[in-house]
Each structure stands twice: as structure tokens, then as C-alpha cells.
């Protein structure tokens, strides 16, 4: 394919007059960032942020020219004038019950919304699209954080979702000019209490099987947190190795936590041993209290029998001891899923719950799926279940997928609160405070915005037999033809007069009687 | 009795015969074409017989030449002959679908005194002929300008006219086609001993391009490369590339890649203590790094790369040897209907007494020189062939002159050309061998489109008019395309036959046995009957 060959240097390049006084490019920068979360269950949560900021007008200078910022997107911005984009694969589900409430929730599938919203529940999540991800950050794989995601290993975990997230960020005030801001997140848990062998110890190495070696150097911060939040206050059940420099303590999610920060680009703490290999210890086997349950959470399910008719039912849990908030539920539901929204009940604590805001768009076959979209309130300490009847259409046969016995699925439905918070938090300024506290900025201290996403739930449709057509073209014709047979009989058949017949085999046998007892014949 | 009971049946015979015949007329009469018209795919009549003319289509080219004698330049007893008329006719025979001629109209009008030097482009070409002082030196007979203009010495000689008439045609012909030109715009058409991987470099005709500049610095570390590309796009390859918009077009865009490695291990050369590609590894560098190159989110055309890359510290310098060794001078290569990669080497007194990382400041006129370069010969511009003791100009500011431009829209015009009639013979192929393929109407519309776009292209080709035969070129291509590629064309394509039967037989079967088999029966009673009435006789 390439050929070496010397250029005959025929281009004179003429300087344009007043070239060369160019504004500086827009800047870009590049943070990443690594939170470590020991989850009460035993278990082990790790969120990598990487978030590239450009302070560009992608849309309104048509800018061609990328450094940090990928290209493919940028183009997908300049193009479509997309406003912002979220994409996200997760494979597993996050256990808010017994997990603690998420940094950042997705559902179990595949979900994108461009001022609209999908989810694709069907969908598998493998490595073909974690390498396409890792393409989009700046060091690759090559060197900083992004090193540890190792694709066999971030794929044996209970839970997987790596996310892409592009929205514009006001530069100022009034928001004149604005920024664009890629954060790319990756969630995984490890089950620590399994893979390690009934040990709730951990270490980088255990989980990614690799260590971190060196910071990314295009990266202006580049940082690792570990959640050492001590749950009672007297003693230091944990205790994690190389000590840290720094402590952060913040609220996070409603409650205090104290995380160990470990700054890449501190020379000394990767020179002292090349590596970094973060460990924890229990000092003392954990005590198996229950987990603090978050003060929301939700599940969904499927009820009814037979395949005409059926009940979708959300149960949402308000845990707090004494405050009441509201929520807002979206659920789209396909439309092969015909709902009687009449049907609709609201019910907490026994009574009815009226829903402040309903908006409810319905389904048109083929076209769009139901969306019904509330805003309810939740007493405190209760349980409300949102129920509505649906019935199974039938789908045209070609409609079905391959595979149809297995069901249709039918996607999560969508929460979002503001959470009252138990400590109050400080508002800090933005830029500066850790990624992961910045993904939903909540103005007011005494709350925290949560968004949580149900299970996504299996509902099995009515299904035809599909060799049905073959079957009628047959009968149909086999009907045809015998009709058409005794028709054409009728038609052709000639009669003709017959004779009596000399006897068949009765006269003739009798005859043979008649002989031997020497009676004449008939 | 007996009489009458035979009787009674043969009227019975014969009324079953008819009934038998009467049947089978009206499931051959009516059920077969009702059959045969329910169950065709339709098809739109296509203008086969005008594609298959379109395969020996024979292109004439004409290049008009105006030419213009200043006062002194033929003799008194020529100019009183002027202004005539001459054509000049050369055969290109290139064996491929079909067959290009070329003709060369040169037009020698009236006299004129031209003085003042023409400063607006004239529309064709133009040839002047001048005093031998005012523009040439001693030594050169002809000068072709940048612009669509030549100057040839004229002379005072009895054959002044004849001899003045071949430098011409000379002229014109380093200006307009030649064959190599042609050949290469075909070298996709022409059989396999013709074309070379020269020929094979420039990237084939489309209606747009898009050129993506990409800084690969393998080792940020060491190196904080900075380029100002920005700059260099609006001062060096916009001005090419807004001259080069009647051929597409263009967008530009850039990427700085981290960590993106060649496929190659550099080897070290002791002597010069310096790195180097051979060239026979070069083929195997460009894989690895093209899947970190990304594809374009935005838009179906074709990419041309153009790759700085700034070796790693560890592999500094690096130099890209050629066949003989010897390292290249502009420290590039570029691969055909790809892109091009230079190397770019950071200064070694920049890494004296500063700490890691470098940086690195690039010098972008030395790599724009390199990848203008490269975009004109992967566009197809090559050297000119200049005749013998001609003069050529210097090009214009914007890398491109504009009869260079000229004679890339013609072969651009010939390839799309060929490319259509390709396409379009081929559908037509492919309709006659598989006759499951749907043609809708607006499938058979842009055939019908692409056909005439063709013819059009032709007319206007032989007629000189080179802008608008390159438009119905290029819509002649996307129609033809559009029309192949239609995805209407597959909707019946998988139906086998073994699942046609399997539906036809249940009814088939039952009812073509007994019509065949009372059609049998009568046959041979009637034969029967004929031969006895023949013995009887």
C-alpha cells in the first residue's frame, strides 16, 4: 500500500497578510478520577470519572480542530446541534436497597436520549463497547487512571455501566458562552466477598489486576478516593494502605463521608515504590449489622395471569423517619402493552394518594409508546404502590422478535427526587470540588437529588404459531383442489348403461355348490 | 334398445370429452396468465438497449484553443488567411468498456494586437503569439502562464502557419489531456496490465472529501507538542482547496491522537546513531494507528489522513529510509487514496537543560509543504509534461493552476463516466441473470436519469464545455449509484425456488393431474380412432 518517495516540493506557500495574530485555541482540560466505595454489603464499588471540558462554541464557531475533546463526538455535536447527550450500557442492576443510593444510576440495558428518551432493555453489554470508550479518552489506555480497566475484569463484576455524558457548562453568570463537557464514567462492583475468598479485603491489584503506574500527563488532576466513612463513631474498623496524605470530607448523598485522597500527580507518591497498589484492611472482622437502608427505593413487577390481561405494579419506599418528599415517576411503556389508564391507583399507607401532576401521553401502535409521567408525594415511613391493567395486543407475525417465547421487555421506570439530607451540606464551588459530587449540583444544602431506575421487567406476549401461513396456504388449497377434483369428476364422468353381469364371485361360488350337489346352476 | 343405449353413451363420451377440453382451455386461458401476472415482480421498463449503446460509447474531448497573433509575429501574405479554422484529431485508444477519442479543435483568428496581457482568465485557452523579445528569453520557444494562457515565439517563414500549428498542439496538449492522464482516471476500468500503483494513487471520484489532519505524539511525556493548525489550514490549504472546489467538497478538520503508536519498531542505526524505517515495513504502520484515527460521524465521504507524527524520545530521531537506504529528504510517504505521514523530528537541542516534558513548537510550514504536496498527488495533479524549450510559470498562490485544475475535472468527468456506465451495465447484467430483483418506478427514473446525465456529459465534453459536463458527470454517478444500490432491488431477492414449490404444489399438483390425464386419454382414443378409420379405408 505505501509507497516511500521523495516530494518534489512544487507548493509555494504565500503568507496570507495579517496571519499571524491568532487568539490562543480554546483551552481544554482533562480530570479523572477514581472513587473506591466499600458498600455495606461487603462488596466493592469503583466509579473512574473522566471529564474533558472545552471551552469551545462547538456549534456557533464550527470548530473543526480537536485536542483533548474527541472528534467523533465533536462532529456529532457540530452536526446534529445536539444540546446534550447521555449514553449509557450497563449490564447488572443497581441494588439500591442494599447498595446505598448511586453516584449515578443507569438502567440495566442501553439507554440514550437527544431531547428524547430510549432504552434499549434487550440489549447486551460486552467489551465491543468498552473499546470504542476507551478510545474516546485522551490517554487511551496508555498511562493515568484508564490503565486499570481491563476488559476482563471489568466484565466479571455484579454490576457494569459506563456512560457518556456531553452538556454544555455556562462559562459565567448569565450564561453568554458556554463550555461543552464530556464526563465519561464507568461503574462497576466487585463482588469482593466471593472473588475473594470469604475475605472483604481488596487492593487495586485483586480488582483490576493491574496497578497504577503513572499519572496521565495530559490530565490537569488525576486522583483516587477511598470511602473510609466509619459507620460507628468510637473506632477505625479499616485501614488502608499506602496511608493517605489527605483526607475530603463532605456530604455526599445526604451524609457525611470522609474519603483518603491520593493525588497522581503528587511525584512522590508513585516514585517511593513505582506502583501504587491501594489495599484495605479490616482491623477487626465487620460487624453484620443491617446496612443503613437508603430512604428511597423502589421495585417493580409484573402480576396477572393468562396472556390476556395483566398489572404493572411500582412499589416506592420512603425509609425517612419523619419528612415526606415528592417524586417524579416516568415510565414509558411500549405500546404492545395497551393500558387502561382508568386502572391507574395510587395507594400509601392504605390510602389513596392523589398525584399532584399527571401527564400522560398515549401510546400510538407502531409509532410511540405510553408515557406516563407523576409527581407524587411520599408520606413519611411508607410504602406506595402505583398499579395500572394493561392488556397484551397481538403483534403482526412478522413483528415478533427471533426469539419471542422469551418475552417482551418492558423498560424501567425512571425516579427522581430531592432527598432530604440528614447533615446539612455546604455549597462549594463547583470547578473545584471532586467529580463525583458534581454530577447533579444541588443549590439548597438540605437536600440531595437522587435518580433511580427500577428493574426492568420480562412480560411475555401472546405468540402464534409461525409456521401458521404454510399451514393455510396448504389447507386452502388441499380444500380447493378436492372441491375443484369432484367438480371436474362431475363434469367429465360418463355414464353408461350397464348390463346386468354374468355374477361375480358369489354366483360363481355358489354355482360351484350347486355342482357338487348336482343341483342345475343358477 | 341396444342401438339407443349406445348412442345414449357416446353423446355421453363426447359431452365428457368437451367438458374434459373446456376445462383444461380455461386453466391454461385464464389461470396461467392470472397466475403468471399475480405472482411477477414488477419490473419498470428500463432503457436497456441505450445502456448497452452506452457501452461502446467512443468520448470526444474537445479542448477549443483560440489563438491571437500580435502584429509582427507571421508574415503579411499568412495574416491575410486569418481567421480559419483547424481541427486536430487524436486517437487515445484505451481497452476498456469503451473507447476515448480525443479532439483537438484549434481555432487561429483574427489579428489582433495584444498588448496588454490578458488580465482576466479567458474562458478557453488561449495562445499568443508575440515578438520574440517581449516575454521569452533567446532560448525558449513557449510559456505557459498559470492561468489558462501560453505564449509561443512566432516566426517569419514560408511554413510559418504549419509549423506555428504543431507548437500549438504541443502546447495545448501539455495544458489539456494526455494520455497518461486518461489512463489514470481509468485505472480502475482498464485491464490489469495497464495500470501501475502510480496510476492507482489518486483517490477516486466523489462529489466531496474530507481531509483530517492528525498530530500523533506517541509520548506526551516527553513531548508537549503544539502545532498551529489552525493557522496553516486558513493560510495554506484553504486557498488550495477553495481553488479545488469545482472538483467537491471540502471539509477540514484535526485531531491531536495521545499515545498513538506506529506498527513498527523504528531500527537503530549505529552509524548515524539515529532511527530508521525501511521501506519495506512502511506498509505495516499505518493499521495500528488508523483504528485510533476514528471514523467520521458526519458525513459518507471519503478521508483523506494526513499524519504528523513526532517520534517518541526513546526513538528520536527516526528517518524513513527509501529503496536504496538512503534516508528521504522530506522525511514522508504517502499511501495511495489514504493519506500521507510525515515524521517529524524534534529538535535535539531542544531537550539541553530543560526538564521533561519538551516543548515542542511545529514548524507547520515545513509540514504543510509536505502535505500540500502529498493532496495534489492523491488528487491526481501531476507534474506537467513540458514540452521541449518551454517556459513553465510558477504557480499561483494557491498551489494550483488553473489549467491543471482543468484537466482534473476532465479526468475526473472521464471517470465518472466510466464509473457510470460500469454501474449501469452491470444492473443491466444483473437484471437479465436474476429475475427476482424489483425495479420500481423510481429505481427505472434514476436510470433513466443517469442515462441521459451520461449522454449529456458526452455532448458536452465534445462540444468543449468542461464545467457542465463535469455536473452531469458527477450526476450521472450518484443517480447510476443511487439506482444500484436502491435497497428496494433485494426485497424479493430470497425467496428460493424450493419454497415456491412447496407452496405451489398443494394446489398444483390436484388439479393439473386430472386435466393432464384426461387430456392423455383423448389423445389417444383419437389416435385410436384415426387409425381405424385409416384401415377402414
Known amino acids: 500500500m505505501a509507497a516511500a518517495m521523495p516530494l518534489a516540493l512544487l507548493v509555494l506557500l504565500l503568507l496570507g497578510p495579517?496571519?499571524?495574530?491568532?487568539?490562543?485555541?480554546?483551552?481544554?482540560?482533562?480530570?479523572?478520577?477514581?472513587?473506591?466505595?466499600?458498600?455495606?454489603?461487603?462488596?466493592?464499588?469503583?466509579?473512574?470519572?473522566?471529564?474533558?471540558?472545552?471551552?469551545?462554541?462547538?456549534?456557533?464557531?464550527?470548530?473543526?480542530?480537536?485536542?483533548?475533546?474527541?472528534?467523533?463526538?465533536?462532529?456529532?455535536?457540530a452536526k446534529y446541534s445536539l444540546r446534550e447527550l447521555h449514553l449509557s450500557f450497563t449490564q447488572g442492576f443497581w441494588r439500591t436497597r442494599y447498595w446505598g443510593s448511586p453516584f449515578l444510576q443507569a438502567p440495566s440495558d442501553t439507554d440514550h436520549y437527544f431531547l428524547r428518551y430510549a432504552v434499549l432493555p434487550r440489549e447486551v453489554v460486552c467489551t465491543e463497547n468498552l473499546t470504542p470508550w476507551k478510545k474516546l479518552l485522551p490517554c487511551s489506555s496508555k498511562a493515568g487512571l484508564s490503565v486499570l480497566l481491563k476488559a476482563d475484569r471489568l466484565f466479571h463484576t455484579s454490576y457494569h455501566s459506563q456512560a457518556v455524558h456531553i452538556r454544555p457548562i455556562c462559562r459565567n453568570a448569565r450564561c453568554t458562552r458556554v463550555s461543552w463537557e464530556l464526563r465519561q464514567t464507568l461503574s462497576v462492583v466487585f463482588d469482593a466477598f466471593v472473588t475473594g475468598q470469604g475475605k472483604k479485603e481488596w487492593s487495586l491489584f485483586r480488582m483490576f489486576s493491574r496497578t497504577l503506574t503513572e499519572p496521565c500527563p495530559l490530565a490537569s488532576e488525576s486522583r483516587v478516593y477511598v470511602d473510609i466513612t466509619s459507620y460507628n463513631q468510637n473506632n477505625e474498623p479499616l485501614e488502608v494502605s499506602p496511608p493517605p496524605t489527605t483526607t475530603y470530607q463532605d456530604v455526599i448523598l445526604g451524609s457525611r463521608k470522609t474519603y483518603a485522597v491520593y493525588d497522581l500527580l503528587d511525584t512522590a507518591l508513585i516514585n517511593s515504590s513505582r506502583s501504587l497498589n491501594l489495599q484495605l484492611k479490616w482491623k477487626r472482622p465487620p460487624e453484620s449489622e443491617a446496612p443503613p437502608v437508603p430512604f428511597l427505593h423502589a421495585q417493580r413487577y409484573v402480576s396477572g395471569y393468562g396472556l390476556q390481561k395483566g398489572e404493572l405494579s411500582t412499589l416506592l419506599y420512603n425509609t425517612h423517619p419523619y419528612r415526606a418528599f415528592p417524586v417524579l415517576l416516568l415510565d414509558t411503556v411500549p405500546w404492545y402493552l395497551r393500558l387502561y389508564v382508568h386502572t391507574l391507583t395510587i395507594t400509601s399507607k392504605g390510602k389513596e394518594n392523589k398525584p399532584s401532576y399527571i401527564h400522560y401521553q398515549p401510546a400510538q401502535d407502531r409509532l410511540q409508546p405510553h408515557l406516563l409521567e407523576m409527581l407524587i408525594q411520599l408520606p413519611a415511613s411508607s410504602v406506595t404502590k402505583v398499579s395500572i391493567q394493561f392488556e397484551r395486543a397481538l403483534l403482526k407475525w412478522t413483528e415478533y422478535t427471533p426469539d419471542p417465547n422469551h418475552g417482551f421487555y418492558v423498560s424501567p421506570s425512571v425516579l427522581s427526587a430531592l432527598v432530604p439530607s440528614v447533615v446539612a451540606g455546604t455549597p462549594v464551588d463547583w470547578e473545584e470540588s471532586p467529580l463525583f459530587s458534581t454530577l447533579f449540583p444541588v443549590s439548597d444544602g438540605s437536600s440531595y437529588f437522587v435518580r433511580l431506575y427500577t428493574e426492568p421487567l420480562l412480560v411475555s406476549l401472546p405468540t402464534p404459531d409461525f409456521s401458521m401461513p404454510y399451514n393455510v396456504i396448504c389447507l386452502t388449497c388441499t380444500v380447493v383442489a378436492v372441491c375443484y377434483g369432484s367438480f371436474y369428476n362431475l363434469l367429465t364422468r360418463t355414464f353408461h348403461i350397464e348390463e346386468p353381469s354374468t355374477g361375480g364371485l358369489a354366483k360363481r361360488l355358489a354355482n360351484l355348490i350347486r355342482r357338487v350337489r348336482g343341483v342345475p346352476p343358477l | 334398445m341396444a342401438v339407443a343405449a349406445t348412442s345414449a353413451t357416446d353423446i355421453e363420451v363426447v359431452r365428457g370429452r368437451r367438458a374434459a377440453l373446456f376445462c383444461a382451455a380455461v386453466a391454461i386461458v385464464?389461470?396461467?396468465?392470472?397466475?403468471?401476472?399475480?405472482?411477477?415482480?414488477?419490473?419498470?421498463?428500463?432503457?436497456?438497449?441505450?445502456?448497452?449503446?452506452?457501452?461502446?460509447?467512443?468520448?470526444?474531448?474537445?479542448?477549443?484553443?483560440?489563438?491571437?497573433?500580435?502584429?509582427?509575429?507571421?508574415?503579411?501574405?499568412?495574416?491575410?488567411?486569418?481567421?480559419?479554422?483547424?481541427?486536430?484529431?487524436?486517437?487515445?485508444?484505451?481497452?476498456?468498456?469503451?473507447?476515448?477519442?480525443?479532439?483537438?479543435?484549434?481555432?487561429?483568428?483574427?489579428?489582433?494586437?495584444?498588448?496588454?496581457?490578458?488580465?482576466?482568465?479567458?474562458?478557453?485557452?488561449?495562445?499568443?503569439?508575440?515578438?520574440?523579445?517581449?516575454?521569452?528569453?533567446?532560448?525558449?520557444?513557449?510559456?505557459?502562464?498559470?492561468?489558462?494562457?501560453?505564449?509561443?515565439?512566432?516566426?517569419?517563414?514560408?511554413?510559418?502557419?504549419?509549423?506555428?500549428?504543431?507548437?500549438?498542439?504541443?502546447?495545448?496538449?501539455?495544458?489539456?489531456?494526455?494520455?497518461?492522464?486518461?489512463?489514470?482516471?481509468?485505472?480502475?476500468?482498464?485491464?490489469?496490465?495497464?495500470?501501475?500503483?502510480?496510476?492507482?494513487?489518486?483517490?477516486?471520484?466523489?462529489?466531496?472529501?474530507?481531509?483530517?489532519?492528525?498530530?500523533?505524539?506517541?509520548?506526551?511525556?516527553?513531548?508537549?507538542?503544539?502545532?498551529?493548525?489552525?493557522?496553516?489550514?486558513?493560510?495554506?490549504?484553504?486557498?488550495?482547496?477553495?481553488?479545488?472546489?469545482?472538483?467537491?467538497?471540502?471539509?477540514?478538520?484535526?485531531?491531536?491522537?495521545?499515545?498513538?503508536?506506529?506498527?513498527?519498531?523504528?531500527?537503530?542505526?549505529?552509524?548515524?546513531?539515529?532511527?530508521?524505517?525501511?521501506?519495506?515495513?512502511?506498509?505495516?504502520?499505518?493499521?495500528?494507528?488508523?483504528?485510533?484515527?476514528?471514523?467520521?460521524?458526519?458525513?459518507?465521504?471519503?478521508?483523506?489522513?494526513?499524519?504528523?507524527?513526532?517520534?517518541?524520545?526513546?526513538?528520536?530521531?527516526?528517518?524513513?529510509?527509501?529503496?536504496?537506504?538512503?534516508?528521504?529528504?522530506?522525511?514522508?510517504?504517502?499511501?495511495?487514496?489514504?493519506?500521507?505521514?510525515?515524521?517529524?523530528?524534534?529538535?535535539?537541542?531542544?531537550?539541553?537543560?530543560?526538564?521533561?516534558?519538551?516543548?515542542?513548537?511545529?514548524?507547520?510550514?515545513?509540514?504543510?509543504?509536505?502535505?500540500?504536496?502529498?493532496?495534489?498527488?492523491?488528487?491526481?495533479?501531476?507534474?506537467?509534461?513540458?514540452?521541449?524549450?518551454?517556459?513553465?510559470?510558477?504557480?499561483?498562490?494557491?498551489?494550483?493552476?488553473?489549467?491543471?485544475?482543468?484537466?482534473?475535472?476532465?479526468?475526473?468527468?472521464?471517470?465518472?463516466?466510466?464509473?457510470?456506465?460500469?454501474?449501469?451495465?452491470?444492473?443491466?447484467?444483473?437484471?437479465?441473470?436474476?429475475?427476482?430483483?424489483?425495479?420500481?418506478?423510481?429505481?427505472?427514473?434514476?436510470?433513466?436519469?443517469?442515462?441521459?446525465?451520461?449522454?449529456?456529459?458526452?455532448?458536452?465534453?465534445?462540444?468543449?464545455?468542461?464545467?457542465?459536463?463535469?455536473?452531469?458527470?458527477?450526476?450521472?454517478?450518484?443517480?447510476?449509484?443511487?439506482?444500484?444500490?436502491?435497497?428496494?432491488?433485494?426485497?424479493?431477492?430470497?425467496?428460493?425456488?424450493?419454497?415456491?414449490?412447496?407452496?405451489?404444489?398443494?394446489?398444483?399438483?390436484?388439479?393439473?393431474?386430472?386435466?393432464?390425464?384426461?387430456?392423455?386419454?383423448?389423445?389417444?382414443?383419437?389416435?385410436?380412432?384415426?387409425?381405424?378409420?385409416?384401415?377402414?379405408?
Not at chain 2, 31 to 48: F, H, I, Q, V
Not at chain 2, 87 to 107: N, S, T, W
Not at chain 2, 280 to 305: K, M, T, W
Request: aromatic fraction near 10%; charge should be negative.
Open chain 2, 30 to 537: 385464464l389461470g396461467l396468465p392470472l397466475w403468471w401476472k399475480t405472482t411477477e415482480t414488477y419490473r419498470a421498463p428500463l432503457p436497456y438497449s441505450q445502456i448497452s449503446g452506452l457501452d461502446a460509447l467512443q468520448l470526444r474531448l474537445m479542448v477549443p484553443v483560440t489563438v491571437v497573433f500580435t502584429r509582427d509575429s507571421v508574415p503579411l501574405d499568412d495574416q491575410e488567411k486569418l481567421p480559419f479554422t483547424v481541427v486536430h484529431e487524436r486517437e487515445i485508444p484505451l481497452k476498456c468498456e469503451f473507447l476515448q477519442g480525443q479532439g483537438c479543435l484549434v481555432e487561429l483568428r483574427s489579428v489582433q494586437r495584444c498588448v496588454e496581457c490578458p488580465t482576466k482568465e479567458p474562458e478557453c485557452f488561449s495562445a499568443f503569439f508575440s515578438e520574440p523579445s517581449a516575454f521569452l528569453s533567446q532560448d525558449k520557444m513557449s510559456y505557459i502562464g498559470p492561468g489558462r494562457t501560453a505564449v509561443v515565439r512566432g516566426i517569419m517563414h514560408r511554413e510559418a502557419l504549419n509549423i506555428m500549428g504543431r507548437r500549438i498542439i504541443q502546447v495545448a496538449q501539455a495544458m489539456s489531456l494526455t494520455e497518461d492522464v486518461l489512463a489514470a482516471a481509468l485505472a480502475d476500468h482498464l485491464p490489469e496490465d495497464k495500470w501501475s500503483s502510480d496510476k492507482r494513487r489518486p483517490l477516486k471520484s466523489s462529489s466531496g472529501y474530507e481531509i483530517t489532519f492528525s498530530l500523533l505524539n506517541p509520548d506526551p511525556k516527553s513531548h508537549d507538542v503544539h502545532w498551529d493548525i489552525e493557522g496553516a489550514v486558513r493560510r495554506y490549504v484553504q486557498p488550495f482547496l477553495s481553488a479545488l472546489s469545482a472538483a467537491g467538497n471540502f471539509s477540514v478538520d484535526s485531531q491531536i491522537l495521545y499515545y498513538a503508536m506506529l506498527g513498527v519498531n523504528p531500527r537503530f542505526d549505529p552509524a548515524s546513531s539515529s532511527y530508521y524505517l525501511a521501506m519495506h515495513s512502511l506498509p505495516h504502520v499505518i493499521n495500528p494507528v488508523e483504528s485510533r484515527l476514528g471514523s467520521s460521524a458526519a458525513s459518507l465521504y471519503p478521508v483523506l489522513n494526513f499524519l504528523l507524527y513526532v517520534p517518541e524520545l526513546a526513538h528520536s530521531p527516526l528517518y524513513i529510509q527509501d529503496k536504496d537506504g538512503a534516508p528521504v529528504a522530506t522525511n514522508a510517504f504517502h499511501s495511495p487514496r489514504w493519506g500521507g505521514i510525515m515524521v517529524y523530528n524534534v529538535d535535539p537541542k531542544a531537550y539541553n537543560g530543560s526538564r521533561l516534558p519538551v516543548r515542542v513548537e511545529v514548524d507547520m510550514v515545513r509540514v504543510m509543504e509536505v502535505f500540500l504536496a502529498q493532496l495534489r498527488l492523491l488528487f491526481g495533479i501531476a507534474q506537467p509534461q513540458v514540452p521541449p524549450k518551454c517556459l513553465l510559470s510558477g504557480p499561483k498562490s494557491e498551489g494550483l493552476m488553473t489549467w491543471e485544475l482543468d484537466r482534473l475535472l476532465w479526468a475526473r468527468s472521464v471517470e465518472n463516466l466510466a464509473t457510470a456506465t460500469t454501474t449501469l451495465t452491470s444492473l443491466a447484467q444483473l437484471l437479465g441473470k436474476i429475475s427476482n430483483i424489483v425495479i420500481k418506478d423510481d429505481v427505472a427514473s434514476e436510470v433513466y436519469r443517469a442515462v441521459a446525465a451520461v449522454q449529456k456529459a458526452a455532448e458536452e465534453l465534445a462540444s468543449g464545455h468542461l464545467a457542465s459536463a463535469f455536473v452531469a458527470s458527477q450526476e450521472a454517478v450518484t443517480s447510476s449509484e443511487r439506482a444500484f444500490f436502491d435497497p428496494s432491488l433485494l426485497h424479493l431477492l430470497y425467496f428460493p425456488d424450493d419454497q415456491k414449490f412447496a407452496i405451489y404444489i398443494p394446489l398444483f399438483l390436484p388439479m393439473a393431474v386430472p386435466i393432464l390425464h384426461s387430456l392423455a386419454k383423448i389423445f389417444l382414443e383419437t389416435r385410436k380412432n384415426w387409425n381405424k378409420s385409416e384401415k377402414t379405408d
Open chain 1, 18 to 77: 495579517g496571519g499571524w495574530s491568532q487568539a490562543e485555541p480554546p483551552r481544554d482540560t482533562l480530570r479523572e478520577e477514581l472513587v473506591i466505595t466499600p458498600l455495606p454489603s461487603g462488596d466493592v464499588a469503583a466509579t473512574f470519572q473522566f471529564r474533558t471540558r472545552w471551552d469551545s462554541e462547538l456549534q456557533r464557531e464550527r470548530a473543526s480542530h480537536y485536542r483533548l475533546f474527541p472528534k467523533a463526538l465533536g462532529q456529532l455535536i
